[in-house]
């Protein structure tokens, strides 16, 4: 999918009981037929085959005028991956801010959603901090922020940085509160 995005290309998945998975990365929708993403997500689906098809090919037609965004099924897709995947996408420290609200009417997404989004859309926070101050677990967070994140809706203000003990410590010839803070220390 990824690779169809990028290349704006189109590809057509097919699946064992007949259902098929047209995406067409030019336009930036998906189109399907006989089967449901989400059941897909979940291994109802057999898959048989993916193969990219040119611009001129009948399957198109077919398809002509019909398609969801493909946000779309990156956000189920992202949806469908476990907490440690979603965690690693969205870090709990990262700063995010609100870029667009989801369609969460077609969505898959847990209660806290709409109190996630209007925040974000208030001021831009941290995972830790939405949890803390939403009083939700950080997995409900990672739930809206992960697809949120891999569909635009949100992006991030600031990354988390590691720093070691010794970097916060002040250098010998910066300042007069270096000079105070190394005496302090001994």
């Avoid at 956000?75 to 979603?86: E, F, H």
């Avoid at 077609?106 to 941290?126: E, F, G, K």
Wanted: contains cysteine.
């Amino acid at each position: 999918m990824t690779r169809s995005r990028q290349n704006k290309s189109a590809l057509h998945i097919r699946f064992r009981d007949g259902g098929e998975l047209l995406i067409l990365g030019n336009k930036d929708t998906y189109l399907q037929k006989a089967c449901n993403v989400a059941e897909m997500m979940s291994g109802f689906y057999d898959y048989a085959e993916a193969v990219e098809i040119d611009s001129r090919s009948p399957i198109l037609a077919e398809f002509e005028g019909k398609g969801r965004a493909l946000t779309e099924l990156l956000w189920v897709l992202t949806s469908a991956l476990l907490a440690a995947q979603k965690a690693e996408i969205c870090k709990r420290t990262d700063v995010y801010r609100l870029s667009s609200w989801p369609n969460l009417t077609r969505l898959p997404h847990n209660s806290t959603a709409y109190s996630i989004a209007a925040l974000l859309s208030r001021q831009p926070h941290s995972c830790r901090i939405i949890a803390s101050k939403l009083k939700i677990s950080i997995e409900d967070v990672h739930d809206f922020c992960a697809p949120a994140l891999k569909c635009g809706h949100i992006e991030p203000v600031s990354k988390s940085v590691e720093v070691t003990a010794e970097e916060l410590l002040p250098k010998a010839s910066s300042s007069f509160l270096s000079s105070v803070l190394s005496r302090l220390q001994g």
